[in-house]
């Protein structure tokens, strides 16, 4: 099931550390992502352990400017 958030929302899928498959729109206002697909954290505070779209940690850095 895909879900579409705002990509200032603090969560992994719109972190430039989580390596999931995403998409923006034509002005990256909008993300969306499959909800169920746990992909690996590379670098932030769960590096390494694979998390879910909706997942946040403190160490979250904005994916799309």
Not at 41 to 56: E, T
Request: proline share 3%; net charge positive.
């Amino acid at each position: 099931m895909a879900n579409k958030v705002p990509s200032d929302w603090r969560i992994c899928a719109t972190c430039s550390h989580w390596c999931g498959s995403t998409s923006a729109d034509f002005w990256c206002k909008w993300v969306e992502f499959d909800n169920n697909e746990r992909a690996r954290c590379a670098g932030g505070g769960f590096n390494g352990c694979p998390m879910l779209g909706m997942a946040s940690c403190t160490h979250w850095e904005q994916r799309f400017k």
